[in-house]
């Protein structure tokens, strides 16, 4: 993902969700075709300010999607948290686990890409990182901002993460999710509640067709894109498979 500013400069998104958007998707003719995608199974009411990684409280919402969705059940309790937090934080904004969900989807086959995984502490093993933005083979060239901190590339940055936050955006919109003091993009929890964040100040009410795709665009700008992720939150909203 690369930040409103980055995509105006480079007009061009990271290469970890283009090597996702061309591998397609399942057929989903029979999705809904709304704009934006349904909200999905409703969250039960949880303390969004507990101590510890307070989004196991969606455990046994989470397993009940889980095996109908086909995405593990430490991501969906990290997307669940995170529309959790934003509707108390920002309830203008509307935001449903089903968009961070279609987005995780494309970015990172929800921290599975090239045989990652997430851990039960929310962690993605081995890190999740994108080729260098070095301006070939279609991507953006984009110079390190983070002295290879976040990437391990001290010459151009690197996607980070579940979410493929550029370096950059991660340091300007990061939060701690699961309490422990530490901004990590690896982490399934922080990334998430990060792009909701993110997603919502772009995008403002993202319950209208309007800024639902204006919230998409900021975080990539691309129709193709915007389009594959409408798709498979659509699914997930009916309890289906992407």
């Given at each position: 993902?690369?930040?409103?500013?980055?995509?105006q400069k480079v007009g061009v998104f990271a290469a970890v969700a283009m090597t996702a958007l061309l591998t397609?998707?399942?057929?989903?003719?029979?999705?809904?075709?709304?704009?934006?995608?349904?909200?999905?199974?409703?969250?039960?009411?949880?303390?969004?300010?507990?101590?510890?990684?307070?989004?196991?409280?969606?455990?046994?919402?989470?397993?009940?999607?889980?095996?109908?969705?086909?995405?593990?059940?430490?991501?969906?309790?990290?997307?669940?948290?995170?529309?959790?937090?934003?509707?108390?934080?920002?309830?203008?904004?509307?935001?449903?686990?089903?968009?961070?969900?279609?987005?995780?989807?494309?970015?990172?086959?929800?921290?599975?890409?090239?045989?990652?995984?997430?851990?039960?502490?929310?962690?993605?093993?081995?890190?999740?990182?994108?080729?260098?933005?070095?301006?070939?083979?279609?991507?953006?060239?984009?110079?390190?901002?983070?002295?290879?901190?976040?990437?391990?590339?001290?010459?151009?940055?690197?996607?980070?993460?579940?979410?493929?936050?550029?370096?950059?955006?991660?340091?300007?919109?990061?939060?701690?999710?699961?309490?422990?003091?530490?901004?990590?993009?690896?982490?399934?929890?922080?990334?998430?509640?990060?792009?909701?964040?993110?997603?919502?100040?772009?995008?403002?009410?993202?319950?209208?067709?309007?800024?639902?795709?204006?919230?998409?665009?900021?975080?990539?700008?691309?129709?193709?894109?915007?389009?594959?992720?409408?798709?498979?939150?659509?699914?997930?909203?009916?309890?289906?498979?992407?």
């Open positions: 993902m690369i930040d409103r500013v980055s995509v397609g998707c399942s057929s989903l003719a029979s999705i809904p075709g709304d704009m934006p995608p349904g909200p999905g199974a409703a969250l039960p009411v949880i303390d969004v300010e507990a101590p510890g990684r307070a989004a196991e409280q969606l455990r046994g919402w989470a397993d009940e999607q889980s095996r109908a969705v086909g995405i593990d059940t430490v991501a969906l309790e990290a997307y669940g948290y995170a529309a959790a937090v934003l509707a108390k934080s920002r309830p203008e904004c509307g935001i449903a686990w089903t968009t961070l969900a279609g987005i995780a989807s494309v970015e990172s086959a929800h921290g599975t890409h090239r045989g990652a995984r997430i851990d039960a502490d929310g962690i993605v093993r081995p890190p999740i990182i994108g080729v260098a933005l070095d301006g070939t083979n279609g991507n953006a060239e984009i110079r390190d901002t983070d002295g290879g901190a976040l990437d391990g590339d001290t010459t151009y940055d690197r996607a980070v993460g579940p979410l493929q936050f550029i370096p950059e955006t991660w340091q300007r919109w990061a939060v701690d999710a699961n309490g422990d003091g530490v901004l990590d993009p690896q982490n399934i929890d922080d990334a998430a509640l990060t792009a909701a964040r993110y997603l919502c100040t772009r995008g403002g009410d993202l319950t209208s067709a309007d800024g639902w795709q204006r919230a998409l665009f900021a975080y990539n700008q691309s129709n193709k894109y915007m389009h594959v992720v409408r798709d498979r939150a659509a699914a997930y909203s009916i309890g289906r498979r992407a």
